[in-house]
């Protein structure tokens, strides 16, 4: 069993902020703000795509709800959400990062070197394959 699975079964102590049904939510132990929170589903996948709609319409309003948290605890003017899934997802776990921001808080995206197409072409792509999944 991985450490979400025993976090949301309560056999591993985290700081919990929220519990339902289907979502455990959860302090960063290495948050990128105070107040930066792990939304885990209950079931163990490692991909958004083997997570049932519910939980994650679920997953998504309680990102929005967290959101309304961060301002009324920390007056936050921003915020920042993370989701690494498949191959990407620590513990093999599938989870939402979400964390409150402020201007200049440090925290900034980090991409590698190396020309990317940008064009009509990937739009088209990513376009037709939507309709198919
Ligand atoms: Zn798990």
């Given at each position: 069993m991985c450490l979400f699975c025993e976090i949301a079964a309560h056999r591993v102590t985290a700081h919990l902020v929220d519990e339902t049904d289907r979502t455990v939510t959860i302090l960063d132990t290495?948050?990128?703000?105070?107040g930066h929170v792990l939304i885990l589903p209950k079931l163990h996948v490692d991909s958004i795509v083997d997570l049932p709609d519910e939980t994650v319409l679920e997953m998504a309003a309680l990102t929005r709800k967290l959101v309304k948290a961060f301002s009324s605890v920390y007056g936050a003017p921003g915020y920042g959400t993370m989701q690494n899934g498949g191959a990407s997802c620590s513990f093999g776990h599938f989870h939402f990062h979400v964390f409150p921001r402020w201007p200049g808080d440090g925290y900034d995206w980090i991409y590698p070197e190396g020309e990317k197409e940008v064009s009509a072409n990937v739009a088209a792509k990513l376009k037709n394959a939507m309709k198919t999944v």
């Open positions: 290495d948050p990128v703000n105070e």
